[in-house]
């Protein structure tokens, strides 16, 4: 449908009854592509014309490491967070994603996120890699790299809803569904922003993964939090962080490992790089020194908590835009984080929701914020409000929308499913005795 908002500028939405319909019609037809998977090439790691670039090359691979090292990360950043008796438990859900996700990504979810395939889902034209050799280049790296580099965002991605759900779903459980949501919400929301697919075909700006990670990620854990409930005791007793040591030192791992995620985005060791470098560090200083700042009033002391939430806040909410803003304005965007997140991890309180580690208000709310921004602040490489293309905030703000509506719904109806043939959730026997012990026999301390 066509809607104009702002005079002289008209823009054309696809309607979402349709894009669904495409979706499932492109789910339908993936058999039939895979037994043509030899005959057909995928979009992504065709042969291209442009000769190999080492320099590029050794780039996205080390940006490949880096952000690898954010998913051990982000277990010791979890883990610190919760009671001792399930520091172990944390931890597994960020090591599994990188066991189950590791091979889902290499069998067919590269395939599904940048197959050629339509509008709204890749094939299985490179299930098991089959197209690919050492020869095969995407741009001017190697193609393998390429792949690995783009794995290593779908492993941490729902490794971050696990946040939301700590210290009470089964393992069980969550490991059936790293494998479904990975397979139905991640691979097609990667698809549609990055791999050819409907908001990349539309003009979405997406750097490195505001809505395809964070805002995935986020609006998903609200969902998985609203289905298993509220943690016994929550909100009378107090959940106190067992371990904020180990708290930073995941915060010092996830915000090292960022620079890959951001710069390694650019693809190559360019211009682009440096500038999604400069504003990926200008973001988090100015949100971790934001919400330090909310808490110093509102508090009257800071928190290392706080100081660490705001710093991954202002790297979230940059990072759909890391190259595509200057740093003047990618400090607003990280001043504005440590605010609008603040906030919004306190909406939980309002709502009931027991969303633990926080992931909806600065994951969700987060990524939300940071491709709204884009659309408003981007200069460079694509224009936003600021450089009067209102068009692209419009963009911004439906592809936010479609994104959010689409991973919240297919991660509910998952969890339902789940939920009444397995089980979502532990006995309260095993929640008060410490999932660590319950679910894998061991303690995180032997004290």
Same mark, same amino acid.
Not at 18 to 33: D, E, F, I, Q
Not at 364 to 374: C, D, E, Q, S, Y
Not at 418 to 427: A, E, N, P, S, Y
């Given at each position: 449908m066509s809607l104009q908002i702002i005079p002289g500028?008209?823009?054309?939405?696809?309607? #979402?009854?349709?894009?669904?319909?495409?979706?499932?019609?492109?789910?339908?037809?993936?058999? =039939?592509?895979?037994?043509?998977?030899?005959?057909? *090439?995928?979009?992504?790691? =065709?042969p291209a014309a442009a000769a190999l670039n080492s320099g590029d090359a050794a780039w996205v691979l080390l940006s490949t490491a880096l952000v690898m090292i954010m998913t051990p990360g982000l277990a010791l950043f979890y883990s610190g967070m919760v009671q001792k008796k399930n520091a172990?438990?944390?931890?597994?859900?960020?090591?599994? =994603?990188?066991?189950?996700?590791?091979?889902?990504?290499?069998?067919?979810? #590269?395939?599904?996120?940048?197959?050629?395939?339509?509008?709204?889902?890749?094939?299985?034209?490179?299930?098991?890699?089959?197209?690919m050799s050492i020869d095969t280049l995407n741009g001017t790296i190697p193609a393998f790299i390429f792949m690995w580099f783009q794995g290593m965002f779908a492993i941490i991605t729902p490794a971050l809803i696990s946040g939301a759900i700590a210290e009470r779903m089964k393992f069980s459980a969550y490991v059936v569904f790293l494998v479904a949501w990975a397979t139905v919400v991640y691979d097609p929301v990667a698809h549609w922003v990055w791999g050819g697919g409907w908001l990349q075909e539309w003009g979405a700006l997406d750097f490195a993964g505001g809505t395809v990670v964070h805002l995935s990620s986020g609006v998903s854990a609200l969902a998985l939090a609203s289905l298993l409930g509220k943690r016994l005791g929550y909100p009378g007793e107090s959940f106190v962080p067992h371990n904020m040591t180990m708290n930073l030192i995941g915060v010092a791992l996830l915000w090292f490992g960022w620079f890959g995620f951001n710069s390694g985005s650019a693809l190559a060791a360019n211009g682009t790089a440096a500038l999604a470098f400069c504003t990926t560090m200008t973001a988090s200083a100015a949100a971790a020194l934001s919400w330090m700042m909310m808490e110093w009033v509102f508090h009257k002391r800071p928190s290392a908590l706080g100081l660490g939430s705001g710093s991954i806040a202002g790297l979230v909410v940059i990072t759909p835009a890391a190259g595509y803003v200057t740093p003047a304005c990618a400090l607003v965007l990280g001043l504005s984080a440590g605010v609008i997140?603040?906030? *919004?991890?306190?909406?939980?309180?309002?709502?009931?929701?027991?969303?633990?580690?926080d992931v909806v208000g600065i994951h969700?709310?987060? *990524?939300?914020?940071?491709?709204?921004?884009?659309g408003i602040f981007a200069s460079i490489g694509g224009t936003g409000l600021i450089m009067g293309n209102?068009?692209?905030?419009?963009?911004?703000?439906?592809?936010?929308?479609?994104?959010?509506? #689409?991973?919240?719904?297919?991660?509910?109806?998952?969890?339902?499913?789940?939920?009444?043939?397995? *089980?979502?959730?532990?006995?309260?026997?095993q929640e008060v005795i410490g999932l660590d012990r319950e679910l894998h026999g061991e303690v995180g301390y032997n004290i």
């Open positions: 500028v008209s823009m054309r939405f696809p309607a #979402y009854p349709r894009m669904m319909n495409g979706l499932w019609a492109g789910w339908l037809a993936l058999p =039939a592509v895979l037994l043509a998977a030899g005959e057909t *090439g995928a979009q992504e790691t =065709a172990l438990s944390s931890m597994m859900h960020s090591f599994a =994603a990188l066991a189950i996700i590791g091979v889902q990504w290499v069998v067919f979810g #590269y395939s599904l996120a940048f197959g050629k395939g339509n509008a709204f889902i890749g094939d299985f034209s490179q299930f098991l890699l089959v197209d997140c603040y906030y *919004g991890i306190r909406l939980k309180f309002k709502l009931g929701l027991d969303d633990s580690l969700g709310l987060g *990524g939300a914020w940071g491709a709204i921004g884009t209102a068009a692209q905030l419009l963009k911004q703000m439906a592809g936010v929308g479609a994104v959010a509506a #689409y991973a919240f719904a297919l991660t509910y109806a998952l969890g339902f499913l789940i939920d009444k043939t397995m *089980g979502l959730r532990v006995d309260e026997e």
